[in-house]
């Protein structure tokens, strides 16, 4: 299955630098736009797929909300 990101990126000396902006944490570099294009999309993988360990036995869930973004004033 293909879903569609936003890549943000910039030159940073001699670099491709980029992030994809809808998850947050997937940043990646690379010498050249198609190199940048690769190690995004196994920063990605990596981001998703990663095997997480359990939280200790007595942990719990309970619903939460919290600000994201800033509201003008």
């Known amino acids: 299955m293909r879903h569609q990101f936003t890549l943000e990126y910039w030159r940073d000396g001699e670099w491709y630098v980029g992030r994809l902006v809808e998850v947050p944490g997937v940043f990646s570099q ?38 994201v973004g800033s509201e003008e004033s």
């Open 30 to 67: 690379g010498a050249t736009l198609d190199e940048l294009d690769e190690n995004i999309q196994e920063a990605y993988e990596l981001m998703v797929t990663q095997d997480r360990s359990p939280a200790p036995a007595p942990a719990h869930l309970r619903p939460v909300e919290r600000e």
